[in-house]
């Protein structure tokens, strides 16, 4: 009789194989006493364990690099930084010489001290860190006990890799052929384990409690990483299932690949230009397979977050983009400056807690109050749009001041390149974020500074309605359709054509193909979506008439609620 299970789904599709446990590599620690005479040798054997970790740690981030690039290795620098931790280092030290204990005991009850601290932090980032910290600790117990590094080779495929966690130095197994999808007891959207599913396009669910705990290697499994279920030894009719949903998604992803050069264009001549939202320039390979027209959206965080707590360098920045730009050239690549603050970096760089991140320093506030964290970003962006079509993106935009002073830094930092001298373009375009409504409703006064616009509709909707969607107390107040949203949508657009400015749409409901029609009605003609979803887009698009779809935003327009809306869509939505 099989099981199911229900997680987090982090990464679309549905994958169905065997399933390979990847084990804690645990196993009880005891407190053992240590004689005096011996208390010097027991902590020069935790300081070996620690050395013998480092070179371990070191040779994993060379093998990343080579196999997935720079922005993966760089996780691995959270767990160096780990072993070389003040805090950690002369607690564990301090317990084996008071305690009179072996290393292995002190160093658990020193890092249960440390976990029990980031289970208590409010901030979802930070307790997803307490990951890199328990990956340390399971490789040191190991070295402790004398155990060798490396994992025994994968059975023969397709596997699903079934685990409590997935540290980072668990990544090679993800990366290895064979691998169809990823279960695991704990993780989040935005741990590292879901952007590297992302990334790898790895049908993925997450938070799935005790899973690890049921399944034994080689127990036929599915994860559906568009519902977050997982059928544990399924029976004949829902493995059939499964299968089936893995073959009809294999064949949609083929079918959607093939029609990549196929212009998306309305049936009566309106083009819609169809660009992709990523997180890792790894993922322009995925865009570029399903026909996106460039990059609408590269959100810059993880860049910083594969380095946390340490920033970036110019270099690093510079490489990036560049790379990134000239993968999708002639397509440009439009950089999202930093849009961290408040909930995920106060803690580590300012030492702080922000008692209301979401309304205070966050993206282009907190950028510009370091121009230490800011300069370097755009002097990259500035160098790496010499050599293809590079845009910057100011996120969380309120005021046209805020572009001005971004401008007038860029100047300052274009003069400094000049004096190097470095190659570079002197006339980076420079577009905003439309994500609240106070860039919303003075979207005419945005548009005489910005080169374009950019409409998040994930904030700009929370933030309009004042929902946050991820509380299950108002979630249902959190509404797309919203008469109030709607004209904002329809004042931007037309705010921007007035100032002969582009205005794109990235949020999540670019790449709701029931609202399609609706937002082309309106007048957006620039989409950014995932990879997976440029595809479906542009086939919409292609299936719509633009002066019915005209017609529909018109009647939408005179709805008085979100459920009129929905009424009048279903009603008339402009296909054939």
């Known amino acids: 009789m099989g099981r199911r299970f229900g997680g987090i789904p982090v990464s679309p599709g549905t994958a169905v194989g065997r399933a390979f446990l990847v084990a804690r590599e645990w196993s009880p620690v005891v407190p053992s006493p240590v004689p005096p005479e011996r208390l010097d040798e027991e902590i020069g054997r935790f300081h070996e364990a620690r050395e013998r970790a480092r070179g371990e740690l070191r040779d994993l981030k060379s093998r990343m690099l080579r196999v997935l690039g720079e922005a993966y290795a760089g996780i691995l620098e959270a767990q160096l930084l780990i072993l070389d931790d003040p805090a950690l280092v002369s607690q564990t030290v301090e317990r084996i010489r008071m305690g009179r204990v072996a290393a292995g005991w002190a160093l658990r009850e020193t890092v249960q001290a440390f976990m029990r601290r980031f ?8 307790r997803e860190r307490g ?80 899973l690890s705990s049921e399944v034994r290697t080689g127990d036929t499994i599915a994860v559906d990483g568009d519902s977050g279920e997982v059928d544990l030894l399924p029976d004949r009719e829902d493995l059939a299932r499964a299968v089936a949903r893995r073959d009809a998604w294999t064949a949609r992803e083929s079918a959607m690949a093939e029609g990549r050069d196929l212009p998306p ?12 939202n990523i997180e890792l320039p790894q993922e322009v390979s995925a865009a570029l397979r399903f026909g996106a027209r460039g990059i609408g959206l590269y959100r810059s965080e993880f860049l910083f977050l594969s380095r946390a707590p340490d920033f970036p360098s110019e270099e690093e920045h510079y490489r990036t983009y560049r790379e990134l730009a000239e993968k999708v050239a002639p397509h440009p690549a439009v ?54 079509e590079v845009r910057a993106m100011l996120p969380l935009v309120t005021t046209s001041e805020e572009i001005r002073l971004v401008r007038a830094i860029l100047a300052e930092e274009a003069r400094a390149l000049r004096e190097r001298p470095v190659p570079f373009r002197e006339d980076l375009p420079l577009g905003v974020m439309i994500e609240v409504p106070a860039a919303a409703t003075t979207a005419d006064l945005l548009a ?41 949508l329809r004042f931007i657009v037309r705010a921007g054509a007035e100032g002969g400015v582009p205005v794109s749409l990235c949020g999540e409901i670019a790449a709701d193909l029931s609202l399609t029609g609706l937002l082309v009605g309106l007048g957006i003609r620039e989409f950014s979506v995932t990879p997976r979803a440029v595809a479906a887009v542009r086939e919409t698009v ?35």
Do not use: W
Not at 119 to 126: F, I
Not at 356 to 363: D, E, H, M
Not at 544 to 572: C, F, K, P, Q, Y
């Open 265 to 276: 264009v309305t049936r009566d001549g309106i083009e819609v230009k169809l660009r992709a």
């Open 131 to 210: 990951g890199d910290l328990a990956d340390v600790h399971r490789r040191l117990q190991r070295l402790l006990r004398g155990g060798q590094g490396g994992r025994a080779p994968l059975p023969e495929g397709p596997l699903i890799v079934v685990a409590h966690a997935l540290g980072p130095s668990d990544t090679m197994i993800l990366a290895r052929e064979g691998v169809a999808g990823i279960a695991t007891d704990v993780g989040g959207r935005t741990s590292h384990i879901a952007i590297l599913a992302q990334a790898l396009s790895l049908p993925a669910v997450v938070g799935l409690h005790d």
């Open 119 to 126: 289970e208590s932090l409010d901030d979802g980032y930070l």
């Open 335 to 388: 950089i999202r400056t930093l849009d961290l603050g408040g909930e995920k970096y106060f803690h580590e760089v300012l030492d702080r807690d922000e008692s209301n991140p979401v309304l205070g320093l966050r993206a282009v506030r907190f950028c510009l109050t370091r121009p230490d964290i800011f300069r370097p970003q755009l002097r990259a962006l500035l160098r790496a749009a010499a050599h293809a």
């Open 542 to 576: 292609r299936r719509l008439d633009g002066a019915s779809s005209e017609s529909l935003a018109a009647r939408v327009l005179e709805a008085s609620t979100a459920e009129e809306v929905e009424r009048v869509i279903r009603g008339g939505a402009p296909r054939e």
């Open 448 to 488: 005489r500074e910005a080169a374009f616009l950019s409409i998040g509709t994930n904030d700009l909707i929370q933030y309009a309605l004042a929902v946050d969607r991820s509380n299950e107390s108002v979630s249902y107040l959190y509404q797309p359709l919203h008469p109030a949203v709607l004209r904002m």
